[in-house]
């Protein structure tokens, strides 16, 4: 069965800090790799995905992440933060399968100090 | 483009009650989805159907329902609702076939029930 977790519930950082969010899964084949971020009151948005390729992947709001397969890892980097940032952070992994299902991890809820 | 709607947004049953959360999305995907949030758990896969006139069970389909009425919407019943039952449900969709992106979920704004 695919698992993802977050160990970390809850990060503060100050506006302007760099910042990682860290992402372990588990996973019986090459996995779909996403983070989500969600603001309050509203629904997920997607940051970005991996699939396959190049193991560093860029996407919206200045986010990146790396795929380590040795370490099954998918951690969120952003080199400085803003307090528009504060929100949760999903790391999900899918099934290559039509059905499309993800499993998520419990979250990381971000605060940014000013 | 409207993407995922969702409705009610916010609800109060009674125990026993039944409801019907409706889910509609305008992307002509084929795969759409439902989870419940609760505080600590992230998401949890309730029912999903892969394609119009498939459903499935995800991980936590005990006392509800679901009916994909056509290609764009797709409901969530509860037939006797328990208080284990409030919480935060959110509607996603996914194009849902085998190319690269199928498996990227757009989501609703939520819909936050209470069951007292």
């Known amino acids: 069965a695919q698992s993802v977790t977050q160990p970390d519930i809850h990060i503060t950082v100050s506006e302007g800090a760099s910042l990682e969010l860290r992402c372990n899964y588990s996973y019986g084949a090459t996995p779909y790799l996403f983070w989500y971020v969600q603001s309050p009151g509203q629904g997920l948005q997607l940051l970005l995905k991996y699939f396959s390729g190049d193991t560093l992947v860029q996407g919206i709001k200045g986010f990146e992440a790396e795929f380590k397969r040795s370490q099954s890892s998918f951690n969120l980097r952003k080199p400085s933060v803003h307090w528009s940032d504060a929100a949760e952070y999903f790391c999900a992994v899918g099934a290559r399968t039509n059905a499309g299902k993800s499993t998520f991890g419990d979250g990381t809820t971000l605060t940014v100090k000013p | 483009n409207a993407g995922v709607t969702q409705t009610p947004k916010f609800q109060v049953l009674k125990t026993g009650q039944s409801m019907t959360l409706q889910c509609a999305q305008d992307m002509n995907h084929n795969s759409m989805y439902w989870y419940r949030q609760d505080p600590g758990m992230g998401l949890r896969l309730i029912y999903y159907?892969?394609?119009?006139?498939?459903?499935d069970k995800g991980e936590v389909p005990n006392g509800y329902n679901v009916s994909r009425l056509n290609k764009r919407e797709f409901s969530l019943r509860l037939e006797s609702a328990a208080p284990s039952q409030t919480s935060v449900y959110f509607c996603?969709?996914?194009?849902?076939?085998?190319?690269?992106?199928?498996?990227?979920?757009?989501f609703g704004a939520g819909s936050r029930l209470t069951v007292l």
């Open positions: 159907s892969a394609s119009e006139g498939t459903t």
């Open positions: 996603a969709s996914s194009p849902g076939s085998r190319l690269k992106g199928a498996n990227v979920l757009t």
